[in-house]
């Protein structure tokens, strides 16, 4: 039977996204996953870091929620499911059909407001990725914005509120996400967490030095607390450019990554996702419809199915039980 292919992380187009139930021009839409195999995707509403006032925050606020809402219809299409739990998943998987997830990317969408985190949960949002590129009032982003006044860290990591936000996404249910956060931002965020936390579109500085990777000490906390890293499909995250040469990787460059982590901290600490229509797209894996390249090169070297299923959907899906089980 073939495993359960979940991708983490794909950024839709807003506004006026396209009837994602035909062929488009965006790197996913239900042909293309169901021409590559791909049973489930977390589609996401993501907000640009802005001014940190009444105003912005309230715009993004507004923006998070016609979003998630949109792609919760995504579910109403036929042969979908909008699905917001691991059973829910699983069952949509076993009856044939492709299943719609959300989450929430850019806690700038939070403002100061603890209880956006609780409607987003009941949204079915899945995560929340803390930062983007720029620091916001939870946290510090790997990439500040000096354009917006950011200066290299403003936080020390979490500020008093990120970590007030920590604690009530464990409360409802809601993955810590740390794809985006400065590396003291994550390793609070994994210290203080009463569950496993997610990166869930990164790769390593191990193979490649981009702010935007994690380091084996980043990788050592993620397993010491049951978590899991994600590799994406960013070319500069996996390889570095000549100078002045844009950025290019291959599905080989996905899985030495994959392979580095799990080395480092063991196959049940690591994923794999796209972030497609967000900077995500490798030769060998250029939309959903090439997703049967990466257990390719996996089986290619050597790893079998269980190991492939667990890579795809089965370690993420061990974290979001756990992040359910602690809710409450």
Same mark, same amino acid.
């Given at each position: 039977?073939?495993?359960?292919?979940?991708?983490?992380?794909?950024?839709?187009?807003?506004?006026?996204?396209?009837?994602?139930?035909?062929?488009?021009?965006?790197?996913?839409?239900?042909?293309?996953?169901?021409?590559?195999?791909?049973?489930?995707?977390?589609?996401?509403?993501?907000?640009q870091q802005g001014k940190r006032d009444a105003a912005g925050h309230a715009q993004a606020a507004d923006r998070a929620m016609a979003m998630?809402?949109?792609?919760?219809?995504?579910?109403?299409?036929? @042969?979908?499911?909008?699905?917001?739990?691991?059973?829910?998943?699983?069952?949509?998987?076993?009856?044939?059909?492709?299943?719609?997830?959300?989450?929430?990317?850019?806690?700038?969408?939070?403002?100061?407001?603890?209880?956006?985190?609780?409607?987003?949960?009941?949204?079915?949002?899945?995560?929340?990725?803390?930062?983007?590129?720029?620091?916001?009032?939870?946290?510090?982003?790997?990439?500040?914005?000096?354009?917006?006044?950011?200066?290299?860290?403003?936080?020390?990591?979490?500020?008093?509120?990120?970590?007030?936000?920590?604690?009530?996404?464990?409360?409802?249910?809601?993955?810590?996400?740390?794809?985006?956060?400065?590396?003291? @931002?994550?390793?609070?965020?994994?210290?203080?967490?009463?569950?496993?936390?997610?990166?869930?579109?990164?790769?390593?500085?191990?193979?490649?030095?981009?702010?935007?990777?994690?380091?084996?000490?980043?990788?050592?906390?993620?397993?010491?607390?049951?978590?899991?890293?994600?590799?994406?499909?960013?070319?500069?995250?996996?390889?570095?450019?000549?100078?002045?040469?844009?950025?290019?990787?291959?599905?080989?460059?996905?899985?030495?990554?994959?392979?580095?982590?799990?080395?480092?901290?063991?196959?049940?600490?690591?994923?794999?996702?796209?972030?497609?229509?967000?900077?995500?797209?490798?030769?060998?894996?250029?939309?959903?419809?090439?997703?049967?390249?990466?257990?390719?090169?996996?089986?290619?070297?050597?790893?079998?199915?269980?190991?492939?299923?667990?890579?795809?959907?089965?370690?993420?899906?061990?974290?979001?039980?756990?992040?359910?089980?602690?809710?409450?």
């Amino acid at each position: 039977m073939n495993p359960l292919i979940l991708d983490t992380h794909i950024d839709i187009r807003w506004p006026e996204p396209p009837d994602w139930t035909t062929h488009t021009r965006q790197l996913v839409d239900l042909p293309k996953m169901q021409a590559g195999g791909m049973s489930a995707a977390v589609f996401i509403a993501y907000v640009q870091q802005g001014k940190r006032d009444a105003a912005g925050h309230a715009q993004a606020a507004d923006r998070a929620m016609a979003m998630l809402a949109h792609i919760r219809a995504r579910g109403d299409a036929p @042969g979908t499911r909008f699905c917001a739990t691991p059973d829910a998943l699983e069952a949509c998987f076993a009856a044939g059909e492709t299943a719609v997830l959300s989450a929430v990317e850019n806690g700038y969408a939070m403002g100061l407001e603890l209880a956006r985190i609780d409607a987003w949960r009941r949204l079915g949002a899945i995560y929340l990725t803390v930062t983007h590129d720029g620091h916001n009032a939870l946290a510090d982003s790997a990439r500040p914005k000096p354009a917006l006044g950011d200066s290299v860290a403003e936080h020390g990591g979490l500020s008093a509120l990120g970590e007030a936000a920590v604690a009530e996404m464990n409360r409802v249910g809601l993955m810590v996400d740390c794809a985006h956060v400065s590396k003291a @931002g994550m390793l609070r965020a994994a210290a203080m967490s009463r569950v496993p936390i997610a990166v869930t579109h990164t790769a390593c500085t191990a193979l490649c030095p981009h702010p935007r990777g994690i380091d084996d000490e980043q990788l050592d906390a993620i397993r010491a607390v049951g978590g899991i890293a994600q590799i994406t499909a960013v070319p500069a995250f996996l390889r570095t450019p000549p100078q002045g040469q844009p950025a290019q990787a291959s599905v080989a460059d996905i899985v030495d990554h994959m392979e580095h982590a799990i080395r480092r901290i063991g196959l049940e600490h690591v994923g794999v996702s796209s972030d497609f229509d967000g900077g995500g797209a490798v030769q060998g894996w250029k939309d959903a419809s090439e997703t049967p390249a990466i257990a390719a090169e996996l089986a290619r070297r050597g790893y079998g199915a269980r190991e492939i299923g667990l890579l795809w959907s089965g370690n993420f899906l061990r974290v979001w039980r756990a992040v359910l089980a602690g809710a409450g």
